[in-house]
């Protein structure tokens, strides 16, 4: 597994959350154990179907387009995660999620236990109890309207890798990452 570290993850997180019917590009810098690489990223956004669904169809690809120079990699954990971290109590969690579908885009340090929640979703279950979602979506439109710093709590039953729904605490954040962008940050308190 890479450290996809914060400029792939603004990379991939920008083309999820980019407009919905486009051709979006992005190149970042990935961390790899002994290197660092310039990758690129290539979405196409398509419309639900039928075209007044909500999902989307994303189709895309990435290309290691090269080894990045040697200023650019990094010895350690950066200033901002090595704060995060020293800010994150002993059973809390880190996630970022796309504030459209609340898919999870990475794990912002280690992730929770017994969670099902993974990047690469294949689960056959909702992530997400079907009664808490609207709750959930509810939270995300909130976050969206409102005033800048504004979190909200809430509980809600994510899936655990026994197939079983556990309730979970969350805080859950707006993260601008450009203009026209965003992600939410989650907080997962998990005893």
């Given at each position: 597994m890479f450290d996809l570290a914060d400029h792939t993850s603004a990379a991939l997180a920008g083309l999820v959350c980019e407009s919905r019917t486009s051709v979006d590009h992005h190149t970042a810098l990935e961390h790899r154990p002994g290197s660092a690489r310039h990758v690129h990223f290539?979405?196409?956004?398509?419309?639900?179907?039928?075209?007044?669904?909500?999902?989307?169809?994303?189709?895309?690809?990435?290309?290691?387009?090269?080894?990045?120079?040697?200023?650019?990699?990094?010895?350690?954990?950066?200033?901002?995660?090595?704060?995060?971290?020293?800010?994150?109590?002993?059973?809390r969690y880190r996630a970022i999620s796309d504030p459209d579908s609340l898919n999870l885009l990475f794990w912002h340090g280690p992730p929770a236990p017994r969670i099902a929640w993974t990047a690469d979703n294949t689960a056959e279950s909702p992530i997400l109890h079907p009664e808490d979602m609207p709750a959930a979506m509810q939270a995300a439109g909130d976050l969206r309207a409102g005033e800048p710093g504004l979190s909200i709590d809430l509980t809600v039953r994510f899936l655990t890798h026994d197939g079983q729904y556990e309730p979970i605490d969350l805080t859950v954040s707006l993260i601008e990452l450009d203009t026209d962008r965003s992600a939410l940050l989650v907080v997962l308190t998990v005893p």
């Open positions: 290539a979405v196409h956004s398509h419309l639900g179907i039928p075209p007044d669904a909500s999902a989307r169809l994303l189709r895309g690809l990435s290309v290691d387009i090269g080894a990045a120079p040697p200023t650019a990699t990094r010895s350690g954990p950066q200033l901002g995660d090595r704060i995060a971290q020293a800010l994150t109590p002993k059973n």
